[in-house]
């Protein structure tokens, strides 16, 4: 089942056109990755989706409700003022969740021991996780994840990678902006490279690679994207 | 209702991290009481019956000068009212855009009533505490403390939904700072300076500042030129109009940069 799509988008801002016909589908149960240097437009079209912003032309479409849709944002919305936990309160009172599920999912990100500590107090890879662990809460249908680990340390990072897994196992749609390659290449089943507001490459990593040889010992995302592009991802 | 009560638990979090933005609520009943006992009216007659004027303009001045003496409570409810709590919730709105954190809770499905119900509550709340701070200031009891207390919430809650107004319109805490707070003078002060000056009581006749005024008043003259109900229709007027407003402002701009 087609979970989240566009077709034949467009987008300007200010005569900019950031988005020119792009066109693409995800799949329930699916990790789907986008992939493009910043600038590209993987933002826009999160926004699109998120009923944040209108597309100026084409279709696009989103299977669930807005509350059944998880978000992870450049910009984190938390509550400053209140504890990691009490933000998480707030979304779990919204939704009518049990307190143990918001405990659990703390524990989850590792913020089981950083629960009371305000927010302003949180280091970056915290806030991050604490996002995370709010986008999470309501396990959502469909999850919009941009640049999910840019901030994070390998290791938090292989932790978060695990639970976005996990909620593609309970058939949750993962949709994924990044420019990280091997974030893409290890963790997404399906990939669109965006580059200047258009789709230059469709499929799965590894036989995106191997169309375009760039299958070493490893999975070569960011070759193909060099090749296909002519520069490199900033 | 779920979001509504989320809502206001956590700007009840909110302000009790920041203690400091509780003092608007304290000071202002505080000064009144303060500014009421420092004016000593029997000084002020006897200075002015030491003038050496005939005896019936010495009168005529005193009895001016005590029918035109603001009360206090009076003064500062309405600069309260007006004044204090437009930028407060202007404020409040603004930084919840800013920060972005309406977004995700416009995503997690709260409406913006709910959000505006939540919010708005713990300034009505605190508000309800310093208004029962006034009626004690000029001792209101019974009929007359309701009458007080009706005006006032009436008044506070048409600051509210002005404040978030402006804090929609304006998306960041700066300009809603900048914006808020003239607007905000004109509505506190305008009533202030209605009661020197019929024309400018004319200008702001239509506002809910100005009935609030001319309902604590009074309740401290016992006389005033229009019935009771005629003063709360102009404030709830006040209200449907700035609801409407509310409303439109949303539609127009959201709640998301």
């Given at each position: 089942m087609v979970s989240i799509s566009m077709?034949?988008?467009?987008?300007?801002?200010?005569?900019?056109?950031?988005?020119?016909?792009?066109?693409?589908?995800?799949h329930d149960g699916e990790i789907f990755g986008m992939l493009g240097p910043s600038g590209a437009g993987k933002t826009t079209i999160i926004?699109?989706?998120?009923?944040?912003?209108?597309?100026?032309?084409?279709?696009?479409h989103v299977s669930v409700p807005s509350n059944e849709i998880g978000l992870m944002l450049e910009h984190d919305g938390l509550f400053v003022n209140l504890s990691a936990l009490d933000n998480l309160i707030v979304f779990?009172?919204?939704?009518g969740l049990a307190r143990t599920l918001t405990l659990e999912i703390m524990e989850q990100v590792g913020l089981t021991q950083a629960a009371k500590t305000k927010v302003n107090d949180l280091s970056k890879g915290m806030r991050q996780r604490l996002v995370l662990a709010r986008a999470l809460l309501h396990k959502p249908k469909i999850l919009f994840l941009d640049e999910p680990t840019s901030a994070l340390d390998p290791v938090t990072a292989r932790g978060i990678y695990g639970l976005i897994r996990?909620?593609?196992?309970?058939?949750?749609?993962?949709?994924?902006?990044?420019?990280?390659?091997?974030?893409a290449t290890h963790l997404c089943d399906r990939i669109v490279m965006l580059h200047q507001g258009r789709i230059i490459e469709e499929g799965p990593p590894k036989e995106i690679c191997e169309k375009h040889n760039a299958l070493k010992t490893t999975q070569d995302l960011e070759s193909v994207f060099i090749k296909l592009t002519g520069g490199g991802l900033q | 209702m779920n979001a509504t009560k989320a809502i206001f638990k956590k700007q009840l979090k909110a302000?009790?991290?920041?203690?400091?933005?509780?003092?608007?609520?304290?000071?202002?009943?505080?000064?009144?009481?303060?500014?009421?006992?420092?004016?000593?009216?029997?000084?002020?007659?006897?200075?002015?019956?030491?003038?050496?004027?005939?005896?019936?303009?010495?009168?005529?001045?005193?009895?001016?000068?005590?029918?035109?003496?603001?009360?206090?409570?009076t003064m500062q409810a309405t600069i309260f009212a007006g004044m204090g709590l437009i930028p407060v919730v202007a404020a409040i709105i603004a930084d919840d855009i800013e920060r972005k954190s309406l977004r995700f809770l416009s995503m997690a499905g709260v409406k913006p009533v709910a959000y505006l119900l939540g919010a708005g509550s713990v300034v009505l709340l605190l508000a309800f505490f310093s208004s029962m701070g006034f009626t004690?200031?000029?001792?209101?009891?019974?009929?007359?403390?309701?009458?007080?207390?009706?005006?006032?919430?009436?008044a506070v809650v048409g600051s509210i939904v002005l404040g978030a107004t402006l804090g929609i319109v304006c998306r960041n805490v700066q300009a809603a700072s900048g914006l808020s707070m003239p607007i905000a003078m004109v509505l506190?002060?305008?009533?202030?300076?209605?009661?020197?000056?019929?024309?400018?009581?004319?200008?702001?006749?239509p506002f809910y500042t100005q009935q609030l005024n001319v309902i604590a008043d009074y309740l401290n003259l016992g006389t005033s030129a229009n019935p009771l109900w005629h003063s709360f229709a102009i404030m709830w007027a006040n209200i449907?109009?700035?609801?409407?407003?509310?409303?439109?402002?949303?539609?127009?701009?959201?709640?998301v940069q």
């Open positions: 077709k034949n988008v467009t987008k300007s801002f200010g005569g900019n056109e950031v988005l020119k016909g792009v066109t693409f589908e995800a926004n699109i989706f998120t009923k944040q912003i209108a597309a100026d032309a084409g279709e696009w779990e009172e919204i939704y996990d909620l593609r196992e309970a058939g949750s749609t993962i949709f994924l902006t990044t420019h990280n390659m091997e974030e | 302000t009790g991290a920041n203690p400091e933005s509780l003092i608007q609520f304290i000071i202002f009943p505080l000064l009144a009481w303060a500014l009421g006992a420092m004016i000593d009216t029997d000084t002020m007659v006897a200075d002015f019956a030491a003038l050496p004027l005939p005896y019936y303009l010495i009168d005529t001045l005193i009895q001016e000068m005590q029918s035109s003496m603001p009360n206090m409570v004690l200031v000029d001792r209101f009891f019974g009929r007359d403390m309701l009458i007080f207390m009706g005006a006032m919430l009436s506190g002060f305008g009533p202030i300076f209605a009661q020197l000056n019929d024309r400018v009581a004319r200008i702001f006749n449907a109009v700035l609801v409407v407003l509310f409303t439109l402002v949303y539609r127009k701009k959201g709640i």
